[in-house]
Structure formats: structure tokens, C-alpha cells
């Protein structure tokens, strides 16, 4: 009878070890992982200096327009909501939903653009140097 206890015990600590460990499991989904930019150009060596990492939330109402820009700096982001068009100066374009990952221009002159119909949210991380811009129009 003590074996039965026993082993009813241990099956049931398990189960709840199992189920627990289930509920607390972490997830890992690489969204992006390049050496080059959206358009395809590799992305230039780091600057010499002290690294400064900016994360930046950008929200861009529907059918509002960033004026044409370019960033010195490395930087990749993650279109949290709505709809953004990244249009390049040579012409090419970018359409992301959200969900999608950028890595973005890097030196090439762009701009976006939110044709949808509700404000695009866009988490930007830029890995730049210390007390220079990230972003020049």
C-alpha cells in the first residue's frame, strides 16, 4: 500500500513539475539577423568611438510623411502596428505589416511613409557612437 501512495505521489509530482515548467517556458524568434540593409547593400564597418545604443518608440499617424533623411548610424527596428512604406532615393521600396523587421539604410537618403488607415508604431534601436546623430535630414 505504501508503494501505491508512493508512487501516486511521485506521478502526481511530476505531472505538476511537467505542467509547471510547461507555463514558464520562454520563447526565442529571431525577427532579423543580416550583414546587409533592406536594399541589399552590406552594412558599413562601426565608427571608432565610445558605443551608444538609442531605442527610440516612432509613431507615425495614417498619411503622415517623414521628410527625406539618412542615418550615419546602424540601426534595425520592429513594426509593433499599422503599415510603414520605406522608399529609398534610388527608388526602391520597403513595405512593411506589422510584425516585420528592418534593418535599415545606412548613409542613403529615404524617407517613410504611413499609407494605412491607423498610426504606425515602430520600436528603432540604433547602435551609434557617443555625442553624434543618429539621424540627419
Known amino acids: 500500500m505504501r508503494k501505491i501512495y508512493l508512487g501516486i505521489c511521485l506521478t ?8 509547471a515548467g510547461h507555463l514558464n517556458t520562454v520563447a526565442v524568434e529571431q525577427l532579423a539577423k543580416s550583414a546587409k540593409s533592406w ?23 495614417a498619411g503622415a510623411e517623414l521628410d527625406m533623411h539618412y542615418h ?9 502596428k ?15 505589416k506589422a510584425g516585420d523587421s528592418i ?21 528603432v534601436f540604433y547602435a551609434g557612437i557617443e555625442n553624434r546623430p543618429i539621424t540627419i535630414k
Open 72 to 80: 550615419p548610424v546602424i540601426n534595425a527596428g520592429v513594426l509593433l
Open 82 to 96: 499599422g503599415e510603414l512604406t520605406v522608399v529609398a532615393e534610388d527608388g526602391k521600396i520597403l513595405h512593411l
Open 103 to 123: 534593418v535599415e539604410l545606412v548613409n542613403k537618403k529615404h524617407y517613410g511613409k504611413n499609407e494605412g488607415t491607423e498610426t504606425a508604431e515602430i520600436i
Open 39 to 61: 536594399d541589399g547593400e552590406y552594412l558599413p564597418y562601426y565608427p571608432q568611438g565610445q558605443p551608444e545604443v538609442t531605442i527610440l518608440r516612432i509613431k507615425i499617424p
Open 12 to 19: 502526481s509530482f511530476l505531472c505538476i513539475a511537467a505542467c
